[in-house]
Nanobody
Framework: QGQLVESGGGSVQSGGSLKLSCDAS????????RGWFRQAPGKEREGVAG???????IYIDSVKGRFTISQDNAKNTVYLEMNSLKPDDTAMYYC??????????????????????WGQGTQVTVSS
């Protein structure tokens, strides 16, 4: 297994944008599903977005239309572009990987517990 290293977080005002990157070295795109998760203080970790090897994507309802997950397989990098940010988006954001034995979208929807290990995370803070 390799490492997952997130970057790109920061502090923005409501309505702003950020683009997160995840260096997924060691997690071959053809064998692993990749996704972005977040955890706010006092809240449970939640899956934000997942992506399949076919570049099909899945999002939680609260970020649909605002966030876009993508991947560059040549660079083994996964991105999360976040627009129209809201204070409720404030959290530590993590990328994670799961061994692909079925559809990545199905894994993300039903077996988020299989996405591991976690990187160090990158903090996103949105002020009103």
């Amino acid at each position: 297994q390799g490492q997952l290293v997130e970057s790109g977080g920061g502090s923005v005002q409501s309505g702003g944008s950020l683009k997160l990157s995840c260096d997924a070295s060691g997690y071959d795109w053809s064998q692993y599903c990749r996704g972005w998760f977040r955890q706010a203080p006092g809240k449970e970790r939640e899956g934000v977005a997942g992506i399949d090897v076919t570049n099909s994507t899945i999002y939680i309802d609260s970020v649909k239309g605002r966030f876009t997950i993508s991947q560059d397989n040549a660079k083994n990098t996964v991105y999360l572009e976040m627009n129209s940010l809201k204070p409720d988006d404030t959290a530590m954001y993590y990328c994670a990987a799961a061994h692909r034995y079925t559809s990545c979208l199905a894994l993300f929807r039903n077996r988020k517990d299989e996405y591991k290990p976690w990187g160090q995370g990158t903090q996103v803070t949105v002020s009103s």
